[in-house]
């Protein structure tokens, strides 16, 4: 099992950046596929950005297309996102997840098989 602790989040105007990080211990990070997805109140968790094992790959919503960078760094065990031109339906709580020894179906929220607890941020207009 993956333990992920996610950080950074909070309150931001809009067109402001916040820059999330993803901690993750318990296995070797490199074989874990990481993503980051987001669930505002009455919605479905939707995925926002994925990263492959080698991060040689990456997935971003079409929704956060131009705005969102998701990186990795293997040796600090982290995955990051980055956030620019924060808009207020940006406002979601957001987390991390994991997906052992496999690239496959990250865009895909039911794919993730290890999860963060979850950073708030909220952009104000």
């Known amino acids: 099992q993956v333990q992920l602790v996610e950080s950074g989040g909070g309150l931001v105007q809009a067109g402001g950046s916040l820059r999330l990080s993803c901690a993750a211990s318990?296995?070797?990070?490199?074989?874990?596929?990481m993503g980051w997805l987001r669930q505002s109140p009455g919605k479905e968790r939707e995925f926002v950005a994925a990263?492959?094992?080698?991060?040689?790959?990456?997935l971003i919503a079409a929704s956060v297309s131009g705005r969102y960078t998701i990186s990795r760094d293997n040796a600090k065990n982290t995955v990051y996102l980055q956030m620019n031109n924060l808009k207020p339906e940006d406002t979601a709580v957001y987390y991390c997840a994991g997906k052992l020894g496999d690239d496959s179906r990250l865009s895909n929220p039911k794919t993730y098989t290890d999860w963060g607890q979850g950073t708030q941020v909220t952009v104000s207009s």
């Open positions: 318990g296995r070797t990070f490199s074989s874990i596929a």
């Open positions: 990263i492959t094992r080698s991060g040689g790959t990456r």
